[in-house]
């Protein structure tokens, strides 16, 4: 069964480093996004990819983020300079549509820890 | 804004016991609304779904009815087995395409 796949599972990085965090979506999804989750808090939505561009974004998602898809299975979250608030699990998500109604698969996450 | 409210967890029970985790959601209009699950190791699963008032989102023996009234979507299963345990998380989309999620709730089934 396809599935989306992350990497790392766990990235322990310094403060002020870029993190590059990976995704492999499900293979004919079009709908690309990247959830986060700080230990103890919701799960909360940051941004979603749709033809090479960003479609929506959240608050969080401030210039510091950015996101790509370099090839044509990979899809990635760059931290350009991390801060001790950016330690959660990163979880990203593909659809194959968007929609009220369309199902969002995820990956198991990468625990992203900032020291 | 949208947003979900859940029990707070964690919550343990025996195996066969009833379970009951609570969901309640603010939105403007009709959102469709989410039950994931994610087992240890592994991502957000959905587990059932409800698209308008009154529908029952169904799976593997859990229940969810859409309540418009109580603004509720709370999950129910009559008797859990241990491999239910994960964590619950109750979410709602509504227009654009971001889920919004309540915070979870950690499930414990002791056998």
């Known amino acids: 069964e396809p599935e989306v796949t992350q990497t790392p599972s766990h990235q322990v990085t310094q403060m002020g480093q870029e993190v590059i965090l990976r995704c492999v979506p499900i293979?004919?999804?079009?709908?690309f996004y990247w959830y986060r989750q700080i230990l103890g808090q919701k799960v909360e939505f940051l941004v979603s990819?749709?033809?090479?561009?960003?479609?929506?974004k959240s608050e969080i998602f401030d210039d510091q983020f950015s996101v790509e898809r370099p090839d044509g299975s990979n899809f990635t979250l760059k931290i350009r300079s991390t801060k001790l608030e950016d330690s959660a699990m990163y979880f990203c998500?593909?659809?194959?549509?968007?929609?009220?109604?369309?199902?969002?698969?995820f990956g198991p996450g990468t625990r992203l820890t900032v020291l | 804004g949208n947003s979900v409210t859940q029990m707070e967890g964690p919550v343990t029970l025996s195996e066969e016991a009833f379970l009951t985790i609570n969901c309640t959601y603010t939105?403007?209009?009709?959102?469709?609304l989410f039950w994931y699950v994610q087992y240890p190791g592994e991502g957000l699963q959905l587990l059932l779904k409800?698209?308008?008032?009154?529908d029952k989102g169904s799976n593997k023996g859990f229940e969810a009815t859409y309540r418009k009234e109580t603004t509720s979507f709370h999950l129910e299963k009559g008797s859990v087995q241990v491999s239910d345990s994960a964590v619950y998380f109750c979410?709602?989309?509504?227009?654009?395409?971001?889920?919004?999620f309540g915070q979870g709730t950690r499930l414990t089934i002791n056998p």
């Open positions: 979410a709602l989309v509504q227009g654009a395409q971001k889920l919004v």
């Open positions: 990819f749709y033809n090479n561009e960003i479609s929506e």
């Open positions: 939105a403007t209009g009709y959102p469709s």
């Open positions: 998500a593909s659809s194959e549509l968007s929609g009220t109604y369309n199902e969002q698969f």
């Open positions: 293979s004919n999804h079009l709908y």
């Open positions: 409800a698209t308008k008032a009154d």
